[in-house]
């Protein structure tokens, strides 16, 4: 059974910087890709970015040049630094493994608070 834990979120100023880790552990086949995403209450769940075992990355325009996402060499760990940290950036992220048959296995998502 695969799963994904995730940590790193939590409470911080304006401005300010966060770095989200996310595991995972018992996969039968190899991941190909890695992404995490944000859901704010009221909002719709949205891509934050993505990464391939290439190491080609996605970030949605929100986060350009602020948040890098990054893996591990096996596959199994994905990172989301998030620097310039501001209220809109305020919910809860999860991440997701997808592997080559195409299933998708997501975390339980930590909660990223951007307030003074």
């Known amino acids: 059974q695969v799963q994904i834990v995730e940590s790193g979120g939590g409470l911080v100023q304006p401005g300010g910087s966060l770095r989200l880790s996310c595991s995972a552990s018992?996969?039968?086949?190899?991941?190909?890709?890695m992404a995490w995403y944000r859901q704010a209450p009221g909002k719709e769940r949205e891509l934050v970015a993505n990464?391939?075992?290439?190491?080609?990355?996605n970030h949605a325009d929100s986060v350009k040049g602020r948040f890098t996402i990054s893996r591990d060499k096996a596959n199994r760990a994905v990172y989301l630094q998030m620097n310039s940290l501001n209220s809109e950036d305020t919910a809860i992220y999860l991440c997701?493994?997808?592997?080559?048959?195409?299933?998708?296995?997501w975390g339980q998502g930590t909660q990223v608070t951007v307030s003074s």
């Open positions: 018992g996969n039968r086949l190899p991941f190909y890709a």
């Open positions: 990464i391939t075992i290439t190491r080609d990355t």
């Open positions: 997701s493994f997808r592997d080559r048959m195409g299933q998708t296995f």
